[in-house]
């Protein structure tokens, strides 16, 4: 009899047990038409069917600029509670600072367990991307001189901080550039409008020994690895977000983002030729886990859902395809030719690398590459999307390079070794 009524509680249970939601929404996008053409202050005529075998809670629109890999619209957001929604509405194109250029319509639906995306190439003409100047961090044995270099003009000192430079990175929209310390602990954000400090942050932890590792900044948002394991996002506004700690003996070494996603790469403290990319929703639950025996240096969404992750281990260098959805990847083309540590892309198919002793341009379609500096100690760089220019640093001297030709257009002295770089555009 015991049994029976164990039986009886048991097959109950399983009745009542809620069932997994696999399915995800299904998007179909009737309007805009692809490549269609706006402008600054237009609306985009938004027409759309959303079905699911749930209840789809939430409907959101926005503009994605993959290339800034940021929303350049506020999203707008719809609450349909039905399996089936069909969305017709105008979306205003409200930014008159918006650069021309192509742009992602994304239509995303949530049904609570399953999120997804569909994307529809637009054009929106807007004002002209134009560069400012390149910021040029000078470091002395415990301090840092910020250069800003103007083309046609002499380099003019516009900051000093008591730290040593590891990082710089701008956000153009706020015009704040971020300065990420080598040694210290002491994060600061500095308004390159007003040239004044509007932000510092000590630690990431309760203990004041944070050795920062890496920045990147992600739809405005900027997340910050340390040492101890730990990444933590703030927003705009230096309100904290995103926060993240590596598990067990592993640490950071490595963080890079895509449009929703955050990629943590760790080294283990007992194995750090052993690499392990984990993709994370910003809101920070894991999606996937990668485990490589070679370091990633290098992560590019080079369409909707699909992007190249970028290994380095010796001096052989290896191009993943990684399907963003599945998550999945497969081995694109590897080579021997050099040891890099970064990665700039300068398109889908084309890339700069970085290694301590030379600078080359590579391209994935054609497998030509170009040196653009060699002979070089502690190499740094940074890309000119508008010009079509690198800033090439090593030592104490900077020297501008023609991207496709690989001539040297400009060569300048500073009196201490360039510890990084940044290019600064208008809003």
């Given at each position: 009899?015991?049994?029976?009524?164990?039986?009886?509680?048991?097959?109950?249970?399983?009745?009542?047990?809620?069932?997994?939601?696999?399915?995800?929404?299904?998007?179909?996008?009737?309007?805009?038409?692809?490549?269609?053409?706006?402008?600054?202050?237009?609306?985009?005529?938004?027409?759309?069917?959303?079905?699911?075998?749930?209840?789809?809670?939430?409907?959101?629109?926005?503009?994605?600029?993959?290339?800034?890999?940021?929303?350049?619209?506020?999203?707008?957001?719809?609450?349909?509670?039905?399996?089936?929604?069909?969305?017709?509405?105008?979306?205003?194109?409200?930014?008159?600072?918006?650069?021309?250029?192509?742009?992602?319509?994304?239509?995303?639906?949530?049904?609570?367990?399953?999120?997804?995306?569909?994307?529809?190439?637009?054009?929106?003409?807007?004002?002209?991307?134009?560069?400012?100047?390149?910021?040029?961090?000078?470091?002395?044995?415990?301090?840092?001189?910020?250069?800003?270099?103007?083309?046609?003009?002499?380099?003019?000192?516009?900051?000093?901080?008591?730290?040593?430079?590891?990082?710089?990175?701008?956000?153009?929209?706020?015009?704040?550039?971020?300065?990420?310390?080598?040694?210290?602990?002491?994060?600061?954000?500095?308004?390159?409008?007003?040239?004044?400090?509007?932000?510092?942050?000590?630690?990431?932890?309760?203990?004041?020994?944070?050795?920062?590792?890496?920045?990147?900044?992600?739809?405005?948002?900027?997340?910050?690895?340390?040492?101890?394991?730990?990444?933590?996002?703030?927003?705009?506004?230096?309100?904290?977000?995103?926060?993240?700690?590596?598990?067990?003996?592993?640490?950071?070494?490595?963080?890079?983002?895509?449009?929703?996603?955050?990629?943590?790469?760790?080294?283990?403290?007992?194995?750090?030729?052993?690499?392990?990319?984990?993709?994370?929703?910003?809101?920070?639950?894991?999606?996937?886990?990668?485990?490589?025996?070679?370091?990633?240096?290098?992560?590019?969404?080079?369409?909707?859902?699909?992007?190249?992750?970028?290994?380095?281990?010796?001096?052989?260098?290896?191009?993943?395809?990684?399907?963003?959805?599945?998550?999945?990847?497969?081995?694109?083309?590897?080579?021997?030719?050099?040891?890099?540590?970064?990665?700039?892309?300068?398109?889908?198919?084309?890339?700069?690398?970085?290694?301590?002793?030379?600078?080359?341009?590579?391209?994935?379609?054609?497998?030509?590459?170009?040196?653009?500096?060699?002979?070089?100690?502690?190499?740094?760089?940074?890309?000119?999307?508008?010009n079509q220019q690198v800033y090439i640093a090593s030592g104490n001297e900077l020297t501008i390079v023609d991207v496709q030709s690989g001539a040297t257009v400009n060569t300048m002295l500073f009196q201490e070794e360039i510890t990084a770089i940044a290019i600064r555009y208008n809003r």
């Amino acid at each position: 009899m015991t049994y029976r009524f164990l039986f009886i509680i048991l097959l109950t249970f399983v009745a009542c047990k809620k069932e997994s939601d696999n399915q995800k929404p299904i998007i179909e996008i009737i309007s805009p038409n692809e490549n269609s053409v706006y402008s600054v202050l237009g609306k985009i005529e938004v027409s759309a069917s959303i079905q699911d075998d749930g209840i789809i809670q939430s409907v959101s629109v926005s503009v994605y600029d993959f290339n800034a890999k940021r929303n350049v619209l506020k999203p707008k957001y719809f609450y349909p509670n039905s399996n089936t929604f069909q969305l017709n509405d105008n979306y205003i194109i409200s930014d008159s600072l918006i650069y021309s250029g192509d742009y992602y319509l994304t239509i995303t639906a949530n049904d609570d367990e399953n999120q997804t995306t569909a994307y529809r190439l637009i054009k929106i003409q807007g004002i002209d991307k134009k560069k400012i100047s390149a910021l040029i961090a000078c470091t002395r044995v415990t301090s840092t001189d910020i250069h800003e270099v103007k083309t046609g003009n002499s380099p003019q000192l516009i900051a000093s901080f008591d730290k040593v430079c590891q990082k710089l990175t701008i956000n153009n929209y706020h015009q704040t550039m971020w300065f990420l310390p080598g040694a210290g602990n002491k994060l600061i954000g500095y308004d390159l409008l007003d040239q004044r400090i509007d932000f510092e942050y000590n630690h990431l932890t309760a203990s004041n020994s944070t050795i920062f590792t890496d920045m990147s900044l992600n739809d405005e948002k900027l997340y910050v690895a340390a040492k101890s394991g730990h990444v933590k996002g703030f927003n705009p506004n230096f309100g904290e977000g995103f926060i993240y700690q590596s598990p067990g003996s592993s640490f950071v070494k490595r963080i890079f983002e895509s449009q929703d996603l955050l990629i943590v790469s760790e080294s283990n403290l007992t194995n750090q030729n052993e690499t392990v990319a984990t993709i994370y929703k910003v809101s920070g639950s894991p999606k996937s886990s990668l485990v490589y025996n070679k370091e990633l240096i290098g992560f590019h969404e080079v369409r909707p859902k699909v992007a190249y992750l970028i290994f380095a281990k010796d001096s052989t260098f290896y191009f993943y395809e990684y399907d963003l959805d599945l998550g999945f990847s497969s081995q694109l083309y590897s080579f021997q030719g050099g040891s890099f540590n970064e990665v700039i892309p300068i398109n889908h198919q084309e890339f700069i690398l970085i290694g301590n002793k030379k600078v080359v341009r590579f391209n994935l379609a054609t497998k030509y590459i170009l040196d653009l500096k060699a002979n070089l100690v502690n190499a740094k760089a940074a890309y000119d999307d508008v010009n079509q220019q690198v800033y090439i640093a090593s030592g104490n001297e900077l020297t501008i390079v023609d991207v496709q030709s690989g001539a040297t257009v400009n060569t300048m002295l500073f009196q201490e070794e360039i510890t990084a770089i940044a290019i600064r555009y208008n809003r």
